[in-house]
Nanobody, 119 residues
């Protein structure tokens, strides 16, 4: 069994900051790419940012310069520091990780955490 547990969502005013965390646990051999996705109300899920185990990052254009993804490989944890938040950042944010186990490699999702930015 593998679990991704997210924390850190909430309600914030425009211009404010939030930090999301996601920890992977269970029978894990290694954690490869980790990332954050979001699903705004009434829209499809979209990529926010990803980070490899070596620290290479990739961001959606809409969050470049405002969000920073990082990870702690020893803790199998990924973070998303969100600054200068805008109302259009309002969404359910999901953690995703490509995890290697003894017999397989697969992608796993967290349960999601709500981020609401008020204007």
């Amino acid at each position: 069994q593998v679990q991704l547990v997210e924390s850190g969502g909430g309600l914030v005013q425009a211009g404010g900051s939030l930090r999301l965390s996601c920890a992977a646990s269970g029978s894990i051999f290694s954690v490869n790419v980790m990332g954050w996705y979001r699903q705004p109300p009434g829209k499809q899920r979209e990529l926010v940012a990803t980070i490899t185990s070596g620290g290479n990052t990739n961001y959606a254009d809409s969050v470049k310069g405002r969000f920073t993804i990082s990870r702690d490989n020893a803790k199998n944890t990924v973070y998303l520091q969100m600054n200068s938040l805008k109302p259009e950042d309002t969404a359910v944010y999901y953690c995703n990780a490509r995890i290697s186990r003894v017999l397989n490699i697969d992608y796993y999702w967290g349960q999601g955490t709500q981020v609401t930015v008020s204007s």
